[in-house]
C-alpha cells in the first residue's frame, strides 16, 4: 500500500542552526501538508501545497519556515534558524484532492532543539 | 470549546467490549476524518465522513455524523489490545479551506 515517508525519523539540533525535514508524498497525489505536534499538544496545521505553492498557511508558519518542492517526488519543510519551541514531532502528509479526499500522513520526524 | 473536542479524554475498557469515543465541533464541514496515533508514531487514517451522510463503516470501525449538532462518535466493536492508541478526530471546514483542524484526542486503553 503506498505510504508516505519522512526523513529522518528523529533529528537533534542546536538552537539557531537550520533543519531541513524531508518527505516523500504519495505518488499520484498532488496536495501536500506540514503538520506539527507539539509533545502532549493537538497536532496544528503549518502549511498546505499545491501546484508548486503555498495554497495555505497557519499563524505559526512565520518567515521561519519554508516549504519546497525540489524535484517530482520530495516535499521539504526548512526552519531557519531553530528555536527551542519549534521541538515537536512533525508530519507531513498528501492527499489526492483537496476536498472530501483522505489525508494521509507519515510517521513523522521528532524535531528536538537543544 | 474548540474545533474538534473529543470525549472522554480516556477510556480504559477490557478486550472484547465496544469502544465509542465522541468529538464535537463548532463550524460548518465538508468532511470529519478520524486517526489513531500509537504512542509517538504516526497518524493512521481510519475513515472519512462527509458532511452528507450520517452513518460509515469499515470493518470493526462505525462512525457517526450528526450536522445538526456538529458531532459524530467512533464506535470500535470487539475491541483488541492492539486497538490501544490515541483516536483523533480531524475537522475539514468549509471556511478554512484545505486545513485539517484535529481535536485534543481519546486515549482508548484496551485491557487484555
Known amino acids: 500500500e503506498p505510504e508516505v515517508t519522512q526523513t529522518p525519523s528523529h533529528q537533534v539540533t542546536q538552537m539557531g542552526q537550520e533543519v531541513i525535514l524531508r518527505c516523500v508524498p504519495i505518488?499520484?497525489?498532488?496536495?501536500f501538508y506540514w503538520y506539527r505536534q507539539i509533545l502532549g499538544q493537538k497536532v496544528e496545521f503549518l502549511v498546505s501545497?499545491?501546484?508548486?505553492?503555498?495554497?495555505?498557511k497557519s499563524e505559526i508558519f512565520d518567515d521561519q519556515f519554508s516549504v519546497e518542492r525540489p524535484d517530482g517526488s520530495n516535499f521539504t519543510l526548512k526552519i531557519r534558524s531553530t528555536k527551542l519551541e519549534d521541538s515537536a514531532m512533525y508530519f507531513c502528509?498528501?492527499?489526492?484532492?483537496?476536498?472530501?479526499?483522505?489525508?494521509?500522513f507519515g510517521q513523522g520526524t521528532r524535531l528536538t532543539v537543544v | 470549546s474548540q474545533q474538534g473536542e473529543e470525549d472522554p479524554q480516556a477510556l480504559s475498557i477490557q478486550e472484547g467490549e465496544n469502544a465509542t469515543m465522541n468529538c464535537s465541533y463548532k463550524?460548518?464541514?465538508?468532511?470529519l476524518q478520524w486517526y489513531r496515533q500509537n504512542s509517538g508514531r504516526g497518524l493512521v487514517h481510519l475513515i472519512l465522513?462527509?458532511?452528507?451522510?450520517r452513518e460509515k463503516h469499515s470493518g470493526r470501525l462505525r462512525v457517526t455524523l450528526d450536522t445538526s449538532k456538529k458531532s459524530s462518535s467512533l464506535l470500535i466493536t470487539a475491541s483488541r489490545a492492539a486497538d490501544t492508541a490515541s483516536y483523533f478526530c480531524a475537522t475539514d471546514a468549509i471556511a478554512s479551506g484545505s486545513r485539517l483542524t484535529f481535536g485534543e484526542g481519546t486515549q482508548l486503553t484496551v485491557n487484555p
Open positions: 463550524t460548518s464541514i465538508n468532511n
Open positions: 502528509a498528501s492527499s489526492e484532492g483537496r476536498l472530501n479526499t483522505e489525508a494521509f
Open positions: 505518488s499520484n497525489h498532488l496536495y
Open positions: 501545497f499545491y501546484n508548486n505553492e503555498i495554497s495555505e
Open positions: 465522513i462527509r458532511s452528507n451522510e
